[in-house]
Nanobody
Framework: QVQLVESGGGLVQAGGSLRLSCAVS????????MAWYRQAPGKQRELVAA???????NYANSVKGRFTVSRDNAKNTVDLQMNSLRPEDTAVYYC??????????????WGQGTQVTVSS
């Protein structure tokens, strides 16, 4: 019943910016952590950024200083502001979350992904 939907992906020139959004819906009582991962063809999925309910953040070294993750606890959304984009940032970006359901169970749902393509 818990669903994550990403939006905001697209095609952008190197040096440009994109803002990704993820909305979490369903019978949830809490979201401990929200995170963005990405996966390029033939590559392993990697963590891009994560943010806790309290606002603590963590970033991959490759995006530090360029990307900013933020969340709105009231709306159950998480955004990823991506600046100074590089061709190597091209990937499918996925949103995930550590969710506690109304019944008290813990889940780790994933969104379907949104394509980000950075041209040189």
């Amino acid at each position: 019943q818990v669903q994550l939907v990403e939006s905001g992906g697209g095609l952008v020139q190197a040096g440009g910016s994109l803002r990704l959004s993820c909305a979490v819906s369903g019978s949830i009582s809490a979201i401990r952590v929200m995170a963005w991962y990405r996966q390029a063809p033939g590559k392993q999925r990697e963590l891009v950024a994560a943010v806790t309910r309290g606002g603590s953040t963590n970033y991959a070294n490759s995006v530090k200083g360029r990307f900013t993750v933020s969340r709105d606890n009231a709306k159950n959304t998480v955004d990823l502001q991506m600046n100074s984009l590089r061709p190597e940032d091209t990937a499918v970006y996925y949103c995930c979350a550590r969710v506690t359901s109304v019944s008290g169970n813990s889940y780790l749902p994933w969104g379907q992904g949104t394509q980000v393509t950075v041209s040189s």
